[in-house]
């Protein structure tokens, strides 16, 4: 039972432990991801998540713990069925695009001339076409991101690891990136990734694990984690008003408020009901275009976790 359990998921992490020296990077942490599915791995800086990453890809040994990739410890065959694009960005900055991303492909033994094909069409998509021939030093920073993520996903692996995919992007060049990561899971592929851009992991993601100073504080699907967080009060109220908002200012209602253009986001105080809000409001005398109890997003969760 256990075989089949494993043969289901793309990750599996058992009390995986990893310290430097007196520092603690990653504390006993279980995570599994199921194939097929987008997770994102979230936390603030220096939680552990490109520790954990490293470790998943082997690239740094755990102290202690068990690591299954694609149904079993990570070996050279199941290396060639993982995409991965690090956090440092790093490519030969004398070689051609076109040939880079074929020597790229190669090693994960992929033949030159299908290598080819696939890297054109990818560069004339992210309108890179006409660099081909250019050395990558050549290329700016954001267009050597996407050549980098070309040759992540050329091989058409089984498995994609991203870490702080986003970053550098602008916002076109994000949602063409949002695109292509749900067409990998439509083709089969698993995905995980770290990010600290929390609306773009909100669309993108089925499950997500947070880890905060190194130790698993949030995992599993959205919808769940989204569900939890509003039983447990964590939710908002959206208001448009009109006659002022010295009310807000309670502290004994609301624990903060974010302006948002035309309306404004408040979260509540823990124990406190939307309906106390609205009374306050009308006892202010203002008048009330909007009021929308909304579910937490995953920005207002991560928030609220990072701080505990």
């Known amino acids: 039972m256990a075989g089949a359990m494993s043969g289901n998921l793309a990750i599996r992490l058992q009390k995986i432990h990893k310290e430097y020296g007196t520092k ?5 942490l279980d995570h599994e991801v199921p194939r097929q599915t ?13 520790t954990t990453i490293r470790i998943i890809l ?7 713990g068990r690591v299954e990739v694609l149904g079993s410890p990570l070996s050279d065959s199941t290396r060639n069925r993982v995409g991965y694009l690090p956090e440092e960005r790093g490519l030969y900055p004398k070689m051609k695009v076109l040939e880079l991303l074929v020597f790229l492909a190669d090693l994960k033994g992929i033949t ?33 991101q996407k050549v980098q993520f070309i040759g992540t996903v050329l091989h058409e692996p089984d498995l994609l690891i991203l870490d702080e995919p986003f970053t550098g992007l602008d916002p076109l060049n994000v949602e063409i990136l949002r695109e292509i990561v749900t ?7 698993t995905v995980l990734f770290s990010t600290h851009n929390m609306e773009q992991a909100e669309r993108l993601c089925e499950r997500v694990v947070m880890i905060k100073s190194a130790r698993k504080v949030l995992d599993g699907t959205l919808m769940a984690i989204k ?10 109220i959206l208001l448009a008003l009109e006659g002022g908002n010295g009310f807000l200012e309670d502290r004994k209602l609301i624990d903060h408020i974010e302006p948002r253009g035309t309306h404004i986001a408040v979260a509540l ?4 009901e939307p309906q106390q809000l609205l009374e ?22 991560f928030v609220t976790r990072a701080r505990e």
């Open 112 to 144: 030159r001339r299908l290598a080819a094909q696939r890297a054109t069409a990818w560069l004339e998509r992210l309108e890179l076409g006409a660099w081909a021939d250019k050395k990558v030093e050549e290329l700016s920073r954001g267009m050597q």
């Open 227 to 236: 569900r939890q967080a509003w039983l447990a009060g964590q939710r908002q």
């Open 38 to 50: 987008i997770c994102g791995l979230l936390g603030p800086n220096g939680a552990g998540k490109t």
């Open 269 to 272: 105080r823990e124990g406190v």
């Open 58 to 64: 082997d690239i740094i040994g755990a102290d202690r």
């Open 24 to 28: 603690v990077a990653v504390e006993d």
């Open 183 to 189: 067409e990998e899971r439509s083709r089969g592929a």
């Open 280 to 301: 306050a409001a009308v006892r202010a005398g203002v008048i009330v275009n909007r009021f929308e109890v909304s579910e937490p997003s995953l920005h207002e969760i």
